[in-house]
């Protein structure tokens, strides 16, 4: 199975991919920050990368260009509250990008998909 890195700023919002995706099979690691994500992008080697935008801090583009940049293998997610930061030219470096839901159908649907596309699944 892949290992995946949620990263999202809000403790709810963590819990919440902690409980839906513990039964998974696939490796977990969470972050609290771009900085985090960038670091444990490093260390855990992820090969999906489920990242919020609005982040205190450094934000989830930005934190996404660091980590691609270093790892182009890498794939990315984003999750965020914000559909306007869709038509950001640099959000279109990520493999999907969702508007956040209570629902995890359409996320675990994404992951499930952008991992067969990237022969991890």
């Known amino acids: 199975m892949a290992k995946i890195l949620f990263v999202d700023d809000e ?13 998974s099979g696939h490796e977990l690691a ?15 080697k992820p090969d999906l990368i489920v990242m919020d935008i609005r982040m205190p801090g450094m934000d989830g583009l930005e934190a ?4 691609v940049s270093e790892d182009n293998e890498v794939a990315v997610i984003i999750n965020s509250a914000y559909p306007h930061h869709k038509e950001d030219f640099s959000s279109w470096l990520a493999d999907a990008y969702l508007v ?13 998909e952008v991992l067969q596309k990237r022969g991890k699944a």
């Open 64 to 67: 996404m260009s660091r980590i």
């Open 100 to 112: 956040k839901s209570m629902d995890m159908k359409a996320l675990k649907n994404t992951i499930l």
């Open 30 to 44: 969470f972050a609290d920050s771009g900085d985090m994500a960038i670091e444990l992008s490093r260390s855990f």
């Open 11 to 23: 403790h709810a919002i963590r819990l919440l991919y902690e409980d839906e995706f513990a039964d």
